[in-house]
């Protein structure tokens, strides 16, 4: 089943992890949105929903392992593989990169799919990319449920998002929720400098 861009929206917005209002960013910035992915993550069904579409996009593609980072990529990677009826493999963190831990395997030319939660600046899905590369696997793609970057993020390989979206930031001397006197929240599990 086919799932649009406008369903993927509303998943996240009946989820409570697209909220409207003015927001201060991790970056210091502040905004007039604000996405909290671990609000869909709770709801396992929804969860379910979202990655039928990545697996219904890569369902001829003959994927043997779907790789996903920590924290809420493993979950997708965990449900796409499942979906897909392959195995799914966790790239935690090691250092400053991303390692398979516990003596896990990726043997070289296995056809790999990269999956992630939301797409910021690309960091994670490229640190999977650099996993993958180490163990010579073939990345036959990256998928996310949303790529914040407006799709300017490129990784050099096929790339899919449920969903693309330009997260319009203001700095705060010129924003104009600031301006309207518009109170501010701080979202909570992010560090704010
Ligand atoms: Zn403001």
Redesign the pocket.
Known sequence: MLLTKEEVRSIFLDSGALMHG?F?LSSGR?SSEYWEKFWVLQYPDRVQLLCSEIARRFALDNIEVVLGPTTGGILLAFEVARQLGVRALYAETEGDKRALRRGLQLAPNTRTLIVDDIMTTGLAVQECLDLAAIHQALVVGTAVLVDRSGGTVNLGTRQEALLTIDVVS?D?SE?P??QSD?P?TKPGSRKLS
């Open positions: 003015h201060k502040h203001f705060p924003c929720l600031c518009a501010i």
